[in-house]
């Protein structure tokens, strides 16, 4: 895996989190005015908006660097994993909020890892 590849993969990660949180109001028919649609449609187009201003591959603005980027994505996955109890909707929804939130912290967390080894800047086909 080239590093030009990995980074590729990461930022359609992040795009694929973001269209998956702009689904899931639909899926779990959750209300686009009520808190609990709000919250993830916000998530999302943060989760955007982080992708299209990064400097990589994938981003349309360069601006912020690869870790800013990460690190927005941890902080994303940490307000959408406990906005439930945080916004008192919890008694209603809370699994999909939770997963999601866990997903971006994870996706933050492995980029920024995988990003600073030295495996994979190493790593060539």
């Known amino acids: 895996m ?8 990461q930022a359609l990660m992040g795009y694929l989190i973001a269209l998956f949180m702009l689904g899931v109001p639909s899926l779990f028919r959750l209300s686009h005015l009520a808190i609990e649609g709000i919250v993830l449609y916000s998530a999302a187009g943060a989760c955007l908006v982080n992708s299209f201003v990064t400097r990589n591959e994938t981003g349309f603005i360069k601006l912020l660097p690869i870790k800013l980027h990460q690190l927005l994505y941890v902080l994303i996955g940490l307000f959408l994993a406990i906005s439930p109890w945080l ?3 919890s008694h209603r929804i809370f699994i999909p ?14 980029g920024r890892f995988e990003f600073e080894s030295k495996k994979v800047k190493e790593w060539r086909y």
């Open 87 to 89: 916004l008192g909707f």
């Open 2 to 9: 080239s590093y030009t590849i990995y980074h590729k993969s």
């Open 97 to 110: 909020h939770l997963v999601l939130g866990l997903g971006s912290i994870v996706h933050g967390l492995k």
